[in-house]
């Protein structure tokens, strides 16, 4: 008896430990959200994919009217992007100009959505350790899927702050697909703002882009074309339509998400050219698979493994409008 007292002891005190871990976890999960949106910090940090490494500076400051964020190219061409407040602008050929902002995508730090219900349902979260990055210290929390569908998840989140200071998709075996990492990095205190009355004044200025590689553009549409099998909690954010380079007519695109990575479709009619074949490409984490069905082209792309956007795909179907 004593002994069976003792191991039902042990196994609520297990339990408990695992629910106070989980918990601390959401409650991470909920600052780390807003800590991207709600923190001044300037630094630079790493992009990695492949063979494939990337170096950028990025200052985000939030002041009384919202919050503007600079990200510079340290590696290749010069590139400039400016946000604040919703609009998105670009330093092209010593010019500002504005473009629309990709809505639903996420960018590093600011990689968690700030609504977290559909997240518990397709991810496990649990503490993982504390490790120190860029000088500070961080809570390190694994996102493990709840099936094989999607990709493991791995961030590093200041422990005073919330911030994300690097973050980590994790294949089958735990191998790094990619990496985003700071490796020098300034929280709070004397950060410059001295360049946001000089990009306000050229922002007010811009001209609004015509560049195919640029505008996102699109108009809502409900185009009739489903998908029957989608991972379990993948919900659609968006459905337009839109032109895009080298097309002959218009594209649809639905965009489906569950929280950490995303899926779109692209519908189009297949007009016979060269890339009307099938095939199967990848990139880092994001995975390509198009194919020819009743006449039409479709492409799914999607951070999600290989097996999964082909799943999608041959799971699209017209439904009629």
């Given amino acids: 008896m004593r002994m069976c007292v ?3 002891g042990l196994l609520l005190a297990a339990a408990n430990t695992y629910a106070g871990e989980r918990q601390v976890s959401l409650d991470w999960l909920k600052t780390v959200a807003f800590a991207a949106h709600q923190t001044d910090y300037s630094g ?4 990695q994919y492949d063979n494939h490494v990337e170096t950028s500076r990025i200052t985000h400051v939030v002041e009384p009217d919202s919050e503007y964020e600079k990200l510079e190219s340290l590696d290749g061409p ?10 998105v602008w670009c330093y092209i050929s010593h010019r500002m100009v504005q473009v629309d902002s990709h809505q639903g995508h996420s960018r590093f730090p600011s990689l968690l959505p700030e ?4 997240m518990d349902a397709n991810y496990r979260a649990k503490e993982a350790g504390m490790e120190r990055v860029a000088g500070y210290n961080t809570q390190v929390i694994l996102f493990q899927p709840r099936d094989n569908l999607r990709y493991a998840h791995k961030i590093w989140a200041h422990t005073d702050s919330g ?6 998709v994790l294949g089958d075996k735990n191998q790094v697909i990619e990496q985003y990492a700071f490796t020098q990095l300034q929280i709070g205190g004397s950060i410059d703002r001295s360049w946001i009355g000089a990009k306000n004044q050229a922002q007010h200025d811009a001209e609004p882009s015509t560049s195919p590689e640029l505008a996102k553009g699109g108009t809502p549409t409900n185009s009739g074309w489903v998908v029957d099998a989608l991972p379990a909690g993948f919900r659609k954010t968006m459905e337009i339509q839109r032109s895009m380079r080298g097309r002959h007519a218009p594209v649809t695109q639905i965009v489906f998400s569950d929280g950490l990575s995303a899926i779109s479709i692209f519908i189009e009619p297949a007009d016979g050219d060269e890339d009307d074949v099938d095939g199967l490409s990848s990139r ?6 198009h194919k020819v069905l009743d006449k039409h082209l479709i492409t799914v792309v999607g951070e999600v493994p290989p097996r999964t956007v082909m799943q999608v795909l041959d799971s699209v179907r017209y439904n009629g409008r």
């Avoid at 630079?44 to 992009?47: G, I, T």
């Avoid at 609504?115 to 559909?118: C, D, E, R, V």
């Avoid at 880092?284 to 698979?289: F, R």
């Fill in 115 to 118: 609504q977290l219900s559909t």
């Fill in 44 to 47: 630079v940090f790493v992009y």
């Fill in 6 to 8: 003792a191991f039902c």
């Fill in 78 to 87: 010069k590139r400039e992007i400016i946000r604040h407040h919703g609009h």
């Fill in 284 to 289: 880092g984490t994001v995975n390509l698979y």
């Fill in 163 to 168: 911030l994300l200071l690097k973050a980590a």
